[in-house]
C-alpha cells in the first residue's frame, strides 16, 4: 500500500525549516522508505495519526502492516515488539506519553534490556514518545522518565534538543542493534524559533556524544531537552548583564554519558552547574557530579550545583508548576554564585 508522502514529511526536501515534531516525523518516514523492516506500533498512531500527529498519513502510505493501532497495553505491545524484533525487524514503538511507559516497565528491565547478554542476539527496538512539563497536563501527561531506566545495562537513553539531532539521533537510533529510549520534550515539539533547515542528503547523529552549545570560559551547564534552551537564554542574559560566559554542554545522550565531554568542559572552567527538568533526588545530576569528581576533581574550583524540578509530582496548577520546574531565573542566580565563588 502506498501514496503520496504527507505534506508534513517533505519539508526538508523542499528547503523550508521544520519543527522538532516534523523532524522526528521525517525520520519515521525516511527510515521506514529506507528499510522495509522498520514498523511501527502504538495507540492511536493509524488512523488518528497519533496524538499529537507525528505519524500522520502513514497508515495511508505504508498500510496497516507497517502502522499498527495498538490496544492500550503498553505492556503487551512493548513485549510483542520484542518478539517482532528477535524475528528481525525493527520496530519503533510510541508511547502516547512517555508517563505510560511504566507497564512495560517489566518487559523492558527484565527482558529486552537482558537479552543481548543472555546471548538472544540484537534486538533492535526503539520507544520513543513525548515528555516534559510546562503544558498544564499535570503529574499522567508530563514526566521525565529517563531516571527509571538509566539504572538498567543493556538500554540507551537518548534525549534531543533541536530538530537536527532528533532526526539524526532517532535514525541512528533506528538502526542501532540494541534496544533505545527515545524522549522528545513536547514543549519543543512545536516551537516556532526552534525551526531549522535541515540537510536533505541522509545524515545521523552518533548516540553517545554531546554536544557543545555555547562556548565560555567562566563555568560548565551540564544540561539536555527543553533545560538546553532555558540556559541558553540564561547564558544571554548573564554575558549582557554580568560578563558571565557559560559553556553549555547538551549531552543529547544520557546513557552512555560522554563522559569526555563533560570533563573536557571541566577542566577549562574549572566550575559545574548541572540543570535539569527531572526532580532532584536521584536525577542524573548526582551522577554526573560524582563521575566528575573521580575524572576532573583537581581542576574544580568551587563546589558542584544542580538546578532541577521540585521532589513533588508535577502540579496541575499553573502557577505551582511554574515554581515546581527549572526557570532561567534559578539558571541565573546558581550561575552568578558559581562564577563569583
Known amino acids: 500500500m502506498s501514496s503520496a508522502a504527507p505534506e508534513h514529511v517533505t519539508r526538508t526536501s523542499q528547503g523550508e525549516p521544520v519543527t522538532l515534531l516534523e523532524a522526528v516525523s521525517e525520520a519515521l518516514f525516511e527510515e521506514m522508505e529506507r528499510d522495509p523492516d522498520v514498523f511501527l506500533m502504538g495507540e492511536d498512531i493509524g488512523v488518528y495519526g497519533g496524538a499529537f500527529k507525528v505519524t500522520r498519513g502513514f497508515l495511508d502510505h505504508f498500510g496497516p502492516e507497517r502502522v499498527v ?49 543472555r546471548g538472544a542476539g540484537p534486538l533492535p527496538l526503539v520507544i520513543r514518545g513525548p515528555v516534559g512539563g510546562g503544558n498544564r497536563g499535570g503529574p499522567f ?108 554542554v547538551d549531552l543529547r545522550t544520557l546513557l552512555p554519558l560522554d563522559d569526555e565531554a563533560i570533563a573536557d568542559s571541566v577542566r577549562r572552567t574549572g566550575k559545574l552547574l548541572v540543570v535539569h527538568e527531572d526532580t532532584r533526588t536521584g536525577g542524573i545530576a548526582g551522577e554526573i557530579a560524582m563521575r566528575v569528581n573521580e575524572l576532573a576533581f583537581e581542576w574544580l574550583d568551587a563546589p558542584i550545583l544542580r538546578v532541577t524540578a521540585l521532589d513533588a509530582p508535577v502540579p496541575y496548577s499553573g502557577v505551582l508548576e511554574d515554581a515546581f520546574l527549572p526557570s532561567v531565573d534559578d539558571i541565573v542566580e546558581a550561575s552568578r554564585y558559581l562564577a563569583r565563588y
Open 69 to 117: 493501532d495498538t490496544p492500550i497495553s503498553e505492556g503487551g505491545f512493548t513485549g510483542a515488539a520484542a518478539g517482532a524484533a528477535h524475528m528481525g525487524l525493527r520496530p519503533v514503538v510510541e508511547m502516547q506519553f512517555m508517563d505510560f511507559i511504566s507497564p512495560a516497565y517489566d518487559v523492558l528491565t527484565n527482558y529486552i534490556a537482558t537479552s543481548a547478554y
Open 141 to 248: 501527561h508530563s514526566q521525565n522518565v529517563e531516571m527509571a531506566f538509566f539504572h538498567t545495562p543493556g538500554l540507551k537513553i537518548v534525549y534531543p534538543s533541536t530538530a537536527y539531532d532528533a532526526k539524526g539521533l532517532l535514525k541512528a537510533a533506528i538502526r542501532d542493534d540494541g534496544p533505545v529510549i527515545f524522549e522528545e520534550h513536547k514543549g519543543l515539539y512545536r516551537a516556532p524559533d526552534l525551526r531549522e533547515v535541515l540537510p536533505d542528503e541522509d545524515y545521523v547523529v552518533p548516540i553517545g556524544r554531546a554536544r557543545t552549545a555555547r562556548e565560555g570560559e567562566h563555568l560548565t551547564v551540564v544540561t539536555y531537552g527543553l533545560m538546553v534552551h532555558r540556559t541558553l537564554e540564561a547564558a544571554e542574559r548573564l554575558a549582557e548583564d554580568d560578563g558571565i560566559s557559560l559553556d553549555v
